[in-house]
């Protein structure tokens, strides 16, 4: 399973760290994602790495201020949310898949707001 926290409230200009523990499985053979959800939009995909670390993606309305890693050691996937915005708020869920397995976390809410 993957269980996500960090979320919280933030100003504008603000920072986060969000994180998503693994635990069952080996986040180093899977892919691994971050979605976002905004009340009345649908889920949408901000950044993705891929299983052997060679391809990443981010989506243009996050490109220079998000970064997304892993920690083998702790099995754990990150997003780190630099100069967030107001429209950065949403509910981000972790996410791994490898095949026909795959892992959604709980979701953790980021509310970027003065």
């Known amino acids: 399973q993957l269980q996500a926290s960090g979320g919280g409230l933030v100003q504008p200009g603000g920072s986060l760290r969000l994180s998503c523990a693994a635990s069952?499985?080996?986040?180093?053979?899977?892919?691994i994602g971050w979605f976002r959800q905004a009340p009345g939009k649908e889920r949408e995909g901000v950044s993705c790495i891929s299983s052997s670390d060679d391809f990443t993606y981010y989506a243009d309305s996050v490109k220079g201020r998000f970064t997304i890693s892993r920690d083998k050691a702790s099995n754990t996937l990150y997003l780190q949310m630099n100069s967030l915005k107001p429209e950065d708020t949403a509910v981000y869920y972790c996410r791994a898949d490898r095949g026909r397995s795959i892992y959604w976390g709980q979701g953790t809410q980021v509310t970027v707001s003065s």
């Open positions: 069952g499985f080996n986040l180093d053979y899977y892919n």
